[in-house]
């Protein structure tokens, strides 16, 4: 029996500040409704790194070295990136760079490959002008596994060199040990996947990573959140299971306070363990300033704002998102329900629309029209 969550007291002054913070950020790169802004700003797809491998057998880490290239440059504020779930959905796809960049809404792209051999480890990347197609820069790294962190500062580096010039910033990535990362990255591949399988094995893979580094502050915060979503996917009891997120998150954040994902899942469990408004606005006002353009926390800064009755703030930053991410169903489908909230039934439709046309089968998108087309006075279409 799941507790009926705590009435909240009001509506807490925090909660205010973390959406004027999200709505900031998505009135500072939009110029209309799901529209990218027409300032001229470099922008980059990083594709996922094809696995060369003798065995066939490293995609995960081909995949986890492209991801994690993509959050180092999601880093440099001078720099817009296209979203992991967009950029990673061409993978089996027969496109060429100009096709995706135009549907990514992005002028370069960054693709490669990886070929580890035991211990060896070669990376090539190259930059591509998405506009003609022209190789911009290309380089190989030939380096052994414990090597493996600074060649993808070296790359992010070079690629943001060759955009705009030295822009005076450092990105910077957790170090580890490199069997920890690798168990790490198979950890996170695995767990998207969302099935009791999935969380299960993801869990083991974590706790193997943690067991060679306890501190390492990333791998407890994926943790926390294969915990949150399993135990909000009612695979887990509800006590125990939010209970195990929030130690993970609190681990990681007593490493590194200022792991905005620690922090962003802390601030899911305040809301759904016991409906307490107030400290997950401030653990999403934490997270949105840590990393005030990563779409999965700004996500959940848009679901909070949604479900205290806000309009427009909600809008705005899963307009935002969308727009960052923009082949992504999921997002195409929330946005939809936000119109909906905001009796915007005509738009609702539309996004839910988006979702279909990107994914055929999601029925709940179906069913969402459908309502919408009911509230909307035309019965027939909803039948």
Known sequence: QRPVPRRPRG??????????????VAAAWQTGPGLPSTEVTPSIAVLPFTDLSPQGDQEYFAEGMSEELLNLLGQIPELRVAARTSSFSFKDESLGIPEIAERLHVDHVLEGSVRKDGDEVRVTAQLIRAEDGFHVWSYTWDRTLDDIFEIQDEIAADVVEHLRGSLGVSPSIE????EAYALYLQARQVSRQRTPEAFERAIRLYREALAIDPEYATAWAGLAGTYAFQTGAHLLPFDEGYGLARDAAERALSINEENAEAHAYLGYVSLHERGDLQAAARRYERAVELEPTNPDILWLAARLA?????RDEPVRIMEYVVARDPVNPANHAGLGSIYW?????????????????LSPGHAGSQFAIGVVQLMNGDPEAAL
Not at 306 to 310: M, P, T, V
């Open 341 to 357: 909230r905001a009796g915007r039934l005509d738009e609702a439709i539309s996004s839910f629309q988006n979702a279909l046309d």
């Open 175 to 178: 170090l580890t040990d490199p």
């Open 11 to 24: 509506i807490p002054h925090l909660t205010v500040s973390v959406l004027l913070a999200v709505t900031a």
């Open 306 to 310: 949604r479900n205290l009755g806000r």
